[in-house]
């Protein structure tokens, strides 16, 4: 299976592709879309969605991760990195993958053991993870971290939705769901 992960930013968008064949990863690609931060927003977002459109056409994912927003301190800040992660989305789905979210906690624990990794140590990982010869950029790491978490959890998801376990309300009303890569549920 072929993942692209998204790391959304407005000035700067990470992605990273790899290949999951069972436990083995392979890295496959990685990079930043830098976005002129000149011109006005409509036509930054626009570099975001045809950069990734264009990514999606030459490596062929056949699913996607995308690291969710924060609510950062400074609210235009969060509005901008939405619409940032929106115009990234949108890509996405309008080439016709699956779009798993993850936030960056459950990333960095995934990837390096802990939500409360520095960049340097996702950075590193990274590199252990996929036999790198270099770090790789920040942005890029983060994408290709993304794309780790999905091959470390999309697995088990698929198993307990395709055994109806997530789907029943064995806990109450809400019934069993994944969080933080644990099944829960309200009792």
Excluded: W
Excluded at 23 to 47: C, H, M, N, Q, W
């Amino acid at each position: 299976m072929r993942i692209l992960g998204v790391d959304p930013g407005l000035r700067r968008t990470g992605f990273g592709v790899i290949d999951v064949d069972g436990p083995r990863l392979r890295y496959v690609a990685s990079g930043t879309i830098v976005v002129p931060t000149e011109d006005e927003l409509g036509p930054r977002l626009k570099v975001i969605l045809d950069s990734l459109r264009e990514i999606i056409r030459e490596y062929a994912p056949q699913t996607s991760a995308i690291e969710k927003v924060f609510v950062n301190t400074n609210p235009t800040s969060t509005l901008l990195l939405g619409q940032a992660r929106g115009a990234a989305f949108c890509a996405l789905v309008d080439c016709g993958l699956g779009v798993q979210e993850y936030t960056a906690l459950q990333i960095k624990k995934s990837v390096v053991g802990t939500g409360r990794a520095a960049k340097e140590q996702v950075q590193s990982m990274v590199q252990h993870l996929l036999a790198l010869d270099g770090a790789p950029a920040s942005d890029a790491a983060d994408a290709l971290a993304c794309a780790i978490c999905h091959a470390h959890a999309a697995p088990l998801a698929d198993r307990l939705r395709a055994a109806g376990v997530l789907d029943q309300p064995a806990f109450g009303r809400r019934g069993t769901r994944m969080r933080n890569g644990r099944m829960i549920g309200n009792p």
